[in-house]
């Protein structure tokens, strides 16, 4: 048998959630985010499966060329454009969309010879300063990509993305909004909801809606936000007990020695570490999994492994199932206690561990 450990993904988990953001915004299309290789889940049967999409949207080249050669035909979208001019024939090639949020990649384009069909978003920034045009420059910029797609048609759409989306009440939200609705439209499709605007601000979903993280299940606010929707996690990380031991009282437990036996007591050691995307910097008392109870962790996490608790279940084998998150165990939970998000715990599980797709 292989090492227990595999990252075990729903394909109907992940339907559903994109069924729950076409209720939510049913006047837009959804452009299905599945950059980084689909937040860890596999961009490939994640396209797959989420072929109700209207839209695709991935960070580069590479990303996109896996699934056209995987025979994705969806609409794809550069989410940063090219990095440079001679990425513009491949993009052509593979017929993707890009994005632009600097004047040289408009400079690119005007130099570039490729004829067919220029398909451009627009990335303005409304306020996040991370990456788009300023607003006070989209005239000039919507000008000079209309001289280019008069040229080689296609189409120009406006984009732009949100800082603080994750807790809707605060007032940068409407603050964004409102530099995105003076923007000059022209009667152009619009798009600037992630996932968590796409759940709470209906007047934010516009043409196209963005959503990411809600797809693979895990919720886009904050922890304190209240959930609007029953999302269903697609990605269940799941490991195995390899060893249990009787520990004595005052037996110290992994690198270290951090974690001390209070009493006499079993220890579990299950076959996940940092090595698989554990995070470890994962507390003393994290809950895990084990046979579908929690087990708190114990000890550093090493690269490998990590230690259980298991005086709530003396009976725990060698061999017996563990949840390090997923539907029984809230992603999102484990991330709170990690001190991160989740985002990076499903980007983070590494390419060492398997993954399984059921459901499809
Ligand atoms: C990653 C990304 C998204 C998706 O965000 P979620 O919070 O995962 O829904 C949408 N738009 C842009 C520009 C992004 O970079």
Known sequence: MTRPVRACIDLSALQHNLSLARQAAPDSRIMAVIKANAYGHGAVPVARALKQADAFAVASIDEALLLREAGVQRPLLLLQGVFSADELEAAANYDLQVAVHVREQIEWLEQSRISTPLHVWLKVDTGMHRLGVPADYAATALDRLEKLVERRGGSIRLMSHLACADIPDNPANDAQLAVFQALPARGLERSLANSAALLSRPDMCFDWVRPGIMLYGASPFDVDVAQPVKLQA???????????????????IGYGQTWKCPVDMPIG???TGYG?????????????????KIAPLVGRVSMDTLYVDLRNQPGAVSGDSVQLWGSCLPVEAVAARAGTISYELFCGVSPRVPREYVNG
């Open 269 to 271: 050691v299950v076959a």
């Open 234 to 252: 697609a990605m269940n990380f799941e490991s195995q007990l390899i060893t249990v031991h009787p520990r004595k009282q005052g037996e110290s």
């Open 276 to 292: 698989d995307g554990y995070p470890r910097q994962a507390p003393a008392g994290m809950p895990v999994l084990v046979n579908g």
